[in-house]
């Protein structure tokens, strides 16, 4: 198995541009989560899907933040408008029930670093 | 409010145990803790997880007081490899809460 895929790996953009982030899970996985990492507040988990549908968002920043899961195979977390303080590496991560559920034993992507000037 | 606390760095012998501690105060029931490691700027990695018992795996073990209010991570034999952050996370079922810690940076000194 590829892992999670995440895309772009980099993204430099200027401030109060649309900015999407895509996520692959692994196959047959049936949960997934965004979370966001900077030096200053670690890691932060921000949404997360189960079977494709929206458990708890409220880790989500603000209304400039939307994330959607279409399929079981995709995800994206939009930033609209994107701000200076948004810059951070934005990471994907997803588990199976199969493996215990909910949060347990999460496969994380390797991240996309966002760079809001 | 859920917490999970470590310190932010450790420095530990290649070759000799390395133990990271967590404290996860507000752990209760079937709440369940875990542990990953992020090397360089990768994706964390899952290590190990427990929920009372002292767990045992290829990489790590898990010690877990009878508290459960806090845990240790031990890498038994620590080479320059497990250079990276550790993190400590509790799975707060009671309102579906995943906590990290802020990480502790262990150093492998040669």
């Known amino acids: 198995d590829a892992g999670v895929i995440q895309s772009p790996r980099h993204e430099v953009t200027e401030m109060g541009q649309e900015v999407t982030l895509r996520c692959k899970p692994i196959?047959?996985?049936?949960?997934l989560f965004w979370y966001r990492q900077t030096m200053m507040r670690g890691l932060e988990l921000l949404i997360y899907?189960?079977?494709?549908?929206?458990?708890?968002d409220s880790g989500m920043p603000e209304d400039r933040f939307s994330a959607k899961m279409p399929n079981a195979s995709f995800s994206t977390l939009k930033i609209q408008p994107s701000e200076p303080r948004d810059s951070a590496v934005y990471f994907c991560?997803?588990?199976?029930?199969?493996?215990?559920?909910?949060?347990?034993?999460?496969?994380f992507g390797p991240g996309t670093r966002l760079l809001v000037l | 409010d859920a917490k999970t606390t470590q310190p932010p760095s450790m420095d530990c012998a290649e070759g000799r145990a390395a133990n990271l501690p967590c404290n996860h105060s507000?752990?209760?029931?079937?709440?369940?803790v875990y542990w990953y490691r992020q090397i360089h700027s990768q994706g964390p990695q899952y290590i190990i997880h427990?929920?009372?018992n002292n767990e045992t795996n290829e990489m790590a073990s898990l010690i877990i007081t009878e508290d459960r209010k806090s845990s240790t991570l031990i890498l038994p034999h620590a080479t320059l490899r497990d250079t990276a952050v550790y993190y400590c996370?509790?799975?707060?079922?009671?309102?579906?809460?995943?906590?990290f810690g802020k990480g502790t940076r262990l150093h492998i000194l040669p």
């Open positions: 427990g929920l009372k």
């Open positions: 996370m509790g799975l707060y079922n009671r309102d579906d809460k995943i906590i």
């Open positions: 507000t752990i209760s029931g079937n709440e369940y």
């Open positions: 899907f189960n079977n494709n549908v929206p458990i708890d």
């Open positions: 196959s047959g996985h049936d949960y």
């Open positions: 991560a997803s588990s199976s029930t199969t493996s215990g559920g909910f949060g347990k034993t999460q496969y």
